[in-house]
């Protein structure tokens, strides 16, 4: 039997003991959505680390080495300023708060309406989120198994996940993260090691052969900060973290946990970009740009690595899946149907419908990963406001939050229609609707201030 098969196989058999071990002790809700809030420091930083290190956001990430080499770091620095802002102003705040879910906070802030307005805003993003995940999967396993259909394939690949981590929740989330949290510090440096020796070892050439000149036009600053501005104002939002930060032990660890993650992400996909800019350098000018990592792997990984390599994507699509579907779960049982810690099965049978839904849209309606990755950030960056102001400002009024809710909600939609990717929708998104969404509350807040 092939090497890399063997290795692969390993990586599969080991994600499922690791997912099903001990999970008979899992007999709440509590437990299964929520890992019974003790995580501590190094398993929160290896759970939030592979939330965040998922399949589309590499492909999307490090197509761009592919055109513009080093100065493609740019990119994924994003991270840096995004976690690094969510660990500074909302990590402790949200392990305070301690609740079940992120809406469950607009919940208790500013009423029930609220609350189930923001769950449906975060459930469409993190729909979205894992169909390009799901979607990234896909393409990433394509070289492997060339005459599988998209839709065979897919319902391979959501299937294993659902083995991996449908029994144990939560727990087996965050068991399996460690794992794959090692795997990839092993991984990604090798990445980089192999396709700088594949491209014959110039580390020069990745300048000389991308100019900066050249570079910034391919991937312009302008883009570069409209993304680090919603990257800020959507994460402190994000559900998938703030799971994981209910779980920990305490602020502190919660505090901590993030800002190390920052860094590490940053490397994590900084890395491949890397990588992909030496691969630029000799692999064919038409090459579909969202599989470059797979293609590189293919040529320039020897036997072995192969497996190896395919295993932890594997186990990094499954887990940042898994992850988002167990936070959507969460979000339903606490703001629509109630926690009930002996109904633990409605819980594995609303992440049995969440994987059905990302498999049929993931297949059906993403073509352009990255920019299909930043659209479903919409909804979220609608309730940056909501959030900040609920945690900070005391003036803020219910009236304040659903006037600066719904003006950011359609005006990343009227953005996206309007001017569209070509026309650079997210700068008119980032740097005209988050102020606006802002000085929108702040205003009508203040004139309903007295009434209420």
Not at 64 to 84: H, K, M, T, Y
Not at 117 to 123: G, P
Not at 210 to 232: D, N, Q, R, Y
Not at 385 to 395: E, H, Q, R
Request: glycine share 10%; charged share 10%.
């Amino acid at each position: 039997m092939n090497l890399d098969i063997i290795v692969f196989l390993i990586f599969i058999f080991s994600l499922i003991a690791l997912g099903w071990y001990k999970t008979t002790s899992v007999q709440s809700e509590t437990s299964y959505l929520l890992a019974n809030r003790s995580t501590k420091i190094f398993p929160l930083v290896a759970t939030l680390v592979m939330t965040e290190f998922n399949t589309s956001t590499l492909l999307g990430f490090s197509s761009v080495g592919l055109f513009v080499g080093a100065w493609g770091l740019l990119l994924p620095s994003v991270f840096l300023f995004g976690i690094g802002f969510y660990a500074l102003t909302v990590a402790k705040k949200w392990k305070e708060y301690n609740g079940l879910s992120t809406a469950g906070f607009f919940t208790e802030k500013y009423g029930k309406g609220l609350g189930q307005t923001a769950s449906v805003f975060l459930l469409l993003a993190m729909l979205g989120f894992s169909a390009t995940y799901v979607k990234s999967m896909i393409l990433i396993f394509q070289p492997i198994f060339p005459e599988a259909s998209e839709w065979l394939l897919g319902f391979a690949l959501v299937s294993l996940v659902l083995v991996f981590t449908i029994r144990g929740g939560l727990v087996s989330i965050i068991r399996t993260d460690i794992f794959g949290f090692l795997a990839v510090l092993v991984l990604i440096p090798a990445l980089l090691y192999f396709s700088w020796d594949y491209s014959g070892r110039d580390s020069s050439a990745l300048i000389e052969h991308f100019p900066i000149a050249e570079a910034s036009k391919g991937l312009p600053l302008s883009f570069i900060g409209s993304l680090v501005v919603l990257t800020m104002f959507t994460y402190i939002s994000a559900p998938w973290y703030s799971q994981k930060i209910f779980s920990a032990e305490n602020p502190n660890v919660a505090y901590k946990a993030v800002g190390i993650a920052a860094v590490l992400v940053f490397l994590l996909y900084g890395f491949p970009v890397l990588a992909t800019g030496f691969y630029g350098l000799t692999s064919p000018t038409n090459i579909n740009a969202q599989i470059a990592i797979p293609q590189l792997i293919d040529v320039a990984f020897p036997v072995g690595w192969r497996g190896f390599a395919y295993g932890v994507f594997l186990m990094a699509g499954s887990t940042t899946l898994a992850g988002v579907w167990s936070a959507m779960t969460t979000m339903v049982i606490g703001d629509f149907l109630g926690k009930n810690e002996s109904k633990l099965g409605r819980s594995i049978f609303l992440t049995i419908i969440w994987a059905i839904l990302a498999y049929i849209l993931g297949i059906v309606l993403v073509d352009d990963i990255l920019n299909k990755l930043i659209l479903a950030n919409i909804p979220v960056a609608a309730l940056s406001f909501a959030l900040l102001g609920g945690f900070y400002w005391k003036p803020i009024t219910k009236q304040g939050v659903y006037a600066s809710v719904f003006f950011g909600f359609f005006w990343g939609i009227f953005c996206f229609f309007y001017w569209g990717e070509a026309g650079g929708y997210t700068l008119y998104w980032a740097f005209g609707g988050i102020p606006m969404t802002f000085g929108i509350g702040i205003i009508v807040s203040l004139l309903t201030k007295s009434r209420e």
